[in-house]
């Protein structure tokens, strides 16, 4: 294991801004990254664990200790007829271990195609999309606590798993290194279509199979749709830096929305299982009219408003004010306060 010093982050990064670590070091082992936190020479600094950095904005360089997980492997704890439980390592690449599993026929997670970024990240973000949550597939976090320097197993069940959310992102904060994911997967035919426009995406392809040998053939179909349907909406970050989606879709409760939608019928919004209602940030930003327009060489990505994107040599505090300056003015008009997905240093 090497400790790099004062290591650029323009390619480490999804939004490729000019940002820089004091120091960096990546693991490929448990025991390394036990001796790298046991070492005094950054006892005093401020540790970040990091994936892909495709959630995380950085507004300066960060004065501290860098660490990325190159933890690899895929282990089969354990398999029957209907399912199988899968140890994967931290230091995976996302989409390259759900391509994986398709192509095993192990379904669960063909609707998390092409999500940038590691899988070390999955159960802090709880990740998700076209109807699927990490939370549905996760079984437990292997992780290594700061506290005790002790490595330990947590059921998913007492990581608060939610949207976008967990205790890892809360009281866990700066606490656990996530070192190994359990995810159980079905082998039996099971998917996910109701969201958005995935079972019509689907139909143009010629649809799902049936048949005692069609399952390996609808996970693979259903993994290529998404991805199609991603790249035709989503900014590749490599041509235009971006985190995916900045905002989370504020939810309210029952109540509230129902004082809210007399003054905006038209506001797209999905109710919840605990009298609550999502509401779409995305068309809140584009009603106050900032989808498509920049501030700087920060911009509102035209084909998705919650898309904020680096136009080119953007400085991290040219993103941060454009959240703020997008945030104010939902709040001024709907009296709603837009919270970040994206993780801000
Ligand atoms: C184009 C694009 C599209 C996207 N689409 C989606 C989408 O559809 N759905 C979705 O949910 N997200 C989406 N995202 C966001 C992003 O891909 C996910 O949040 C992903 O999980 C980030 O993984 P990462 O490895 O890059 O994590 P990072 O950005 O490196 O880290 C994210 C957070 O997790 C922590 N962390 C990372 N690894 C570890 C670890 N091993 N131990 C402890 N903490 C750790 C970091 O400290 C940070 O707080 C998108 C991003 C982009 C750029």
């Not at 898309?307 to 004010?321: F, H, M, T």
Request: aromatic share 10%; hydrophobic share 40%; net charge negative.
């Amino acid at each position: 294991m090497i400790v790099q010093e004062q290591v650029c982050l323009k390619d480490k990064h999804s939004f490729h801004l000019n940002v820089s670590a004091r120091y960096w070091a990546e693991y490929q082992k448990t025991e390394e990254l036990r001796e790298i936190l046991q070492d005094k020479r950054f006892d005093k600094l401020p540790v970040l664990p990091v994936g892909g950095g495709c959630n995380i904005l950085f507004t300066q360089d960060f004065p501290g200790l860098i660490i990325k997980s190159a933890i690899s492997g895929i282990d089969v704890l354990h398999e029957n007829k209907d399912e199988v439980l899968l140890r994967a390592g931290s230091g995976l690449d996302w989409d390259q271990f759900v391509e994986y599993c398709v192509s095993q026929a192990w379904g669960g997670i063909e609707n998390l195609s092409g999500i940038p970024g590691l899988t070390g990240a999955s159960p802090i973000q709880n990740i998700g999309a076209y109807g699927v949550e990490a939370k549905d597939v996760i079984h437990s976090v292997e992780v290594f606590d700061r506290q005790t320097q002790e490595l330990k197993v947590l059921p998913v069940e007492e990581c608060g798993l939610a949207y976008r959310n967990s205790r890892f992102k809360q009281e866990w904060k700066d606490r656990f290194i996530v070192c190994y994911i359990s995810y159980r997967l079905n082998k039996k035919p099971f998917y996910r279509l109701d969201y958005g426009n995935l079972k019509e995406a689907l139909s143009s392809q010629g649809g799902l199979q049936e048949g005692p040998d069609a399952h390996s053939y609808n996970l693979a179909l259903i993994r290529r749709t998404v991805l199609a349907i991603r790249s035709s909406k989503l900014p590749d970050p490599d041509v235009l830096g971006n985190a995916g989606s900045f905002f989370k879709n504020p939810e309210l409760e029952a109540s509230a929305f129902a004082l809210l939608a007399e003054r905006f019928p038209e506001l797209p919004h999905w109710k919840l299982p605990n009298n609550k209602v999502k509401l779409s940030a995305a068309w809140m930003i584009e009603h106050c009219g900032w989808k498509g327009k920049s501030l700087g060489r920060a911009g509102v990505y035209p084909k998705q408003a919650l898309v904020l994107v680096n136009l080119g040599a953007a400085q991290g505090e040219e993103i941060y004010d454009l959240y703020q300056q997008i945030a104010a003015d939902v709040f001024s008009t709907f009296g709603i306060r837009l919270q970040a997905e994206v993780v801000i240093l």
